[in-house]
């Protein structure tokens, strides 16, 4: 099961890379299944590079993928890079919803 999970990422992450590299257009919903996919995976920091990584390209991370992101820490119990991430969304001005 592991090694299938393992898999999993790292196929996400693969789909990622070929984008960036076909030059073809991320989206935020993509974004987000890659980081939810994290999530799963336990690879909270992962997850937040994802993040950082659509904040890189032409896609403004939004509410979506900034909840993605404060899942998979939650879920790693990375308390202090989910409040950075909170006030990141302040700073950048992404809305905050009731997931968030």
């Given at each position: 099961?592991e090694?299938g999970q393992?898999m999993e990422?790292?196929s996400?992450?693969a789909v990622?890379?070929?984008?960036q590299?076909?030059?073809?257009?991320?989206?935020?919903y993509?974004?987000?299944?890659?980081?939810?996919?994290?999530?799963?995976?336990s690879?909270?920091?992962?997850?937040?590079h994802i993040?950082?990584?659509t904040?890189?390209?032409s896609?403004e991370?939004?509410?979506?993928t900034?909840?993605?992101?404060l899942?998979a820490c939650e879920?790693g119990?990375?308390?202090?890079q989910?409040?950075?991430?909170?006030?990141?969304?302040?700073?950048?001005?992404v809305?905050?919803?009731?997931?968030?």
């Open positions: 099961k090694l393992a990422w790292k996400s992450l990622l890379r070929c984008l590299q076909r030059n073809l257009e991320m989206n935020v993509l974004a987000a299944a890659s980081i939810m996919i994290c999530r799963r995976m690879a909270w920091s992962q997850a937040v993040l950082r990584e904040a890189d390209s896609v991370p939004n509410s979506i900034y909840s993605a992101a899942s879920k119990e990375q308390w202090v989910a409040l950075q991430l909170f006030r990141e969304m302040a700073v950048n001005r809305e905050r919803n009731t997931i968030t």
